[in-house]
């Protein structure tokens, strides 16, 4: 397969797609359905609810084009164990990681709120990877899962913009990888923090990574003639 080009922001994304994975960062129906743990925070969900549909047409391109697909869930073992105190108390919240909340017990492994979002169910082959933090690489095996399959561009879908995406994008620039992210296929339920944090990652030069809107992706993916770009750029 050839190398593929996506007009972006700062400026052209180059990846290739044999060394490329799409990353669906805590689709989760807690964070994004209403009723859920997202909502008794007292936020609105409907502009994570928002990012499902282009989410679900790359997650389909990426599938049919042959992408590795890993999907993470923000949660912790139902002994509650691996949950930090400092993150149980934060909030002071009447229902917190651990309590039965609307879907389940809150952000508890095996819950329904736990779940990832019916629009966006893993196959049975891509893997999953439970994540303690917010960032995906702390405390969890998706490293090793990229380092495995030699990946090395991440195209970056879930939610929300400032807290898991941001971090993991983060965590993945110090790390070495690539990341794209699709502007359209994350969210947070503060707009303007939504906003700011695509500008942080774009800024001063690609500080982070790329940004570009999934039409702009999924064109790239399916052209055939975007063989021979330069890599110098
Ligand atoms: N996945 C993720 O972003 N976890 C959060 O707790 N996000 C909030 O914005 N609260």
Redesign the pocket.
């Known amino acids: 397969m050839s190398t593929k080009l996506v007009p972006a922001e700062p400026y052209d994304y180059t990846f290739d797609p044999e060394r490329a994975a799409l990353l669906v960062?805590?689709m989760q129906r807690d964070?994004v359905y209403p009723g859920g743990f997202g909502e008794a925070l007292g936020n609105d969900t409907r502009s994570l609810l928002a990012a499902v549909a282009p989410t679900q047409v790359v997650l389909a391109a990426a599938r049919e084009t042959g992408l590795l697909v890993v999907h993470t869930r923000?949660g912790h073992r139902p002994d509650l164990a691996d949950l930090a105190p400092s993150k149980r108390a934060r909030g002071r919240l009447a229902a917190g990681i651990g309590d039965p909340g609307p879907m389940g017990r809150i952000l508890v492994r095996g819950e329904h709120g736990h779940g990832i979002v019916d629009e966006l169910a893993p196959l049975p082959s891509e893997p999953v990877v439970d994540k303690p933090g917010?960032g995906s690489f702390y405390a969890t095996d998706l490293d090793a899962i990229l380092q495995a399959k030699d990946i090395r561009y991440l195209i970056v879908t879930g939610?929300?913009t400032e807290?898991?995406v941001t971090s993991t994008v983060r965590e993945a620039n110090d790390r070495g990888y690539e990341c794209l992210v699709l502007s359209d296929c994350v969210a947070?339920?503060f707009p303007e923090f939504h906003q700011t944090a695509i500008e942080m990652i774009k800024a001063q030069g690609g500080i982070f990574g790329w940004v570009a809107p999934s039409e702009q992706f999924l064109a790239a993916l399916s052209d055939d003639t975007s063989a021979g770009v330069p890599s110098t750029t």
């Open positions: 960062i805590d964070f923000e917010k939610v929300t807290v898991c947070s339920y």
